[in-house]
């Protein structure tokens, strides 16, 4: 069977916020593809085929402020030819196309629950009926994608400096999932999480930081290594020259310019270089993180 990209599209109800999630779930298939726009972006896929094959461990990606989840299009296409479901939600109020909760305290109570909102529809969407394996979850976050991850994993988040500039500090309300077994941190922005915040987070994390990152810089990073409860749980990649967006796929031609900030990498850089190597470590990541070997009194 040659695997393709099946793809759906779908809206998820957020009663809490009164908003709805769009979201797409790219998962193995074995339907002809087609070169599909989403937006003004472009991906090869087979719309509304039959899932093929599984069950699969799910994979959420949840994308940077301001931000859509079609830019990390290529890793969820590569994560779908090496045998994962992938849901590419739109965190809503934190979009390109609406960001008004950018920046408050509403926005980082919204994004974890966006996530557990997420996984539910994918365990309970009909065509994935039995194609999922149970509680197998993890999430990539990109920038206040990391932070989304570590919340939705047990981190405590109090509210920053931009979501406080006329309250005083608060706690975020945030509950946690327990179906999210690993996670990858691109870049993560961590401000909003104290020293000891991170304790309740004891799963597996892929870290991979860009050293002229400017906007999230190695504080971030080291955040998470002192914060969480076992350090030796988390695997730290730095990439030399890389900077915040280094991570995300390359934009297309009409949107690469030196004003559009996402769509630039430092001088000398080109996120296309390490394409394959970032992909190749997150999915051997995911790998063992999602598929531990047998406990010794299993049968091998």
Same mark, same amino acid.
């Given at each position: 069977?040659?695997? &393709?990209?099946?793809?759906?599209?779908?809206?998820?109800?957020?009663?809490?916020? %009164?908003? &709805?999630? @769009?979201?797409?779930?790219?998962?193995?298939?074995?339907?002809?593809?087609?070169?599909?726009?989403?937006?003004?972006?472009?991906?090869?896929?087979?719309?509304?085929?039959?899932?093929?094959?599984?069950?699969?461990?799910?994979?959420?990606?949840?994308?940077?402020?301001?931000?859509?989840?079609?830019?990390?299009?290529?890793?969820?296409?590569?994560?779908?030819?090496?045998?994962?479901?992938?849901?590419?939600?739109?965190?809503?109020?934190?979009?390109?196309?609406?960001?008004?909760?950018?920046?408050?305290?509403?926005?980082?109570?919204?994004?974890?629950?966006?996530?557990? !909102?997420?996984?539910?529809?994918?365990?309970?969407?009909?065509?994935?009926?039995?194609?999922?394996?149970?509680?197998?979850?993890?999430?990539?976050?990109?920038?206040?994608?990391?932070?989304?991850?570590?919340?939705?994993?047990?981190?405590?988040?109090?509210?920053?400096?931009?979501?406080?500039?006329?309250?005083? @500090?608060?706690?975020?309300?945030?509950? @946690?999932?327990?179906?999210?077994?690993? !996670?990858? !941190?691109?870049?993560?922005?961590?401000?909003?999480?104290?020293?000891?915040?991170?304790?309740?987070?004891?799963?597996?994390?892929?870290?991979?930081?860009?050293?002229?990152? &400017?906007?999230?810089?190695?504080?971030?990073?080291?955040?998470? !290594?002192?914060?969480?409860?076992?350090?030796?749980?988390?695997?730290?990649?730095?990439?030399?020259?890389?900077?915040?967006?280094?991570?995300?796929?390359?934009?297309?031609?009409?949107?690469?310019? @030196?004003?559009?900030?996402?769509?630039?990498?430092?001088?000398?850089?080109?996120?296309?270089?390490?394409? %394959?190597?970032?992909?190749?470590?997150?999915?051997?990541?995911?790998?063992?993180?999602?598929?531990?070997?047998?406990?010794?009194?299993?049968?091998?």
């Amino acid at each position: 069977m040659t695997v &393709t990209c099946g793809c759906r599209l779908l809206d998820v109800d957020d009663t809490v916020q %009164q908003a &709805t999630i @769009p979201l797409a779930l790219l998962y193995p298939a074995d339907a002809p593809e087609t070169t599909e726009q989403f937006g003004p972006y472009a991906l090869d896929v087979a719309r509304d085929a039959p899932p093929a094959g599984g069950p699969f461990p799910l994979i959420v990606v949840s994308h940077g402020n301001s931000g859509t989840p079609w830019a990390y299009r290529d890793l969820a296409r590569h994560l779908v030819h090496a045998g994962y479901v992938v849901a590419l939600p739109a965190h809503p109020g934190n979009t390109r196309h609406n960001n008004n909760r950018a920046n408050t305290a509403a926005n980082l109570a919204n994004r974890p629950r966006h996530i557990s !909102l997420v996984i539910d529809a994918a365990y309970g969407h009909p065509a994935l009926a039995g194609r999922l394996l149970a509680d197998r979850v993890a999430v990539i976050g990109h920038s206040i994608g990391g932070y989304t991850a570590l919340a939705v994993a047990g981190g405590l988040p109090w509210t920053g400096p931009y979501e406080r500039k006329t309250n005083p @500090p608060q706690p975020v309300p945030v509950t @946690p999932d327990a179906r999210v077994r690993a !996670l990858v !941190l691109l870049a993560p922005a961590t401000a909003w999480f104290r020293p000891e915040a991170l304790r309740a987070v004891r799963l597996p994390i892929l870290m991979i930081t860009g050293d002229r990152d &400017t906007n999230t810089p190695v504080e971030h990073a080291v955040n998470v !290594l002192d914060g969480v409860a076992d350090c030796a749980q988390v695997t730290h990649k730095v990439f030399a020259g890389a900077g915040h967006f280094s991570f995300m796929s390359k934009f297309p031609a009409a949107m690469t310019k @030196p004003e559009f900030h996402p769509s630039q990498d430092p001088p000398g850089f080109d996120r296309a270089d390490i394409e %394959q190597e970032l992909f190749a470590d997150i999915e051997g990541f995911l790998a063992a993180a999602l598929n531990p070997p047998p406990a010794c009194n299993e049968t091998r």
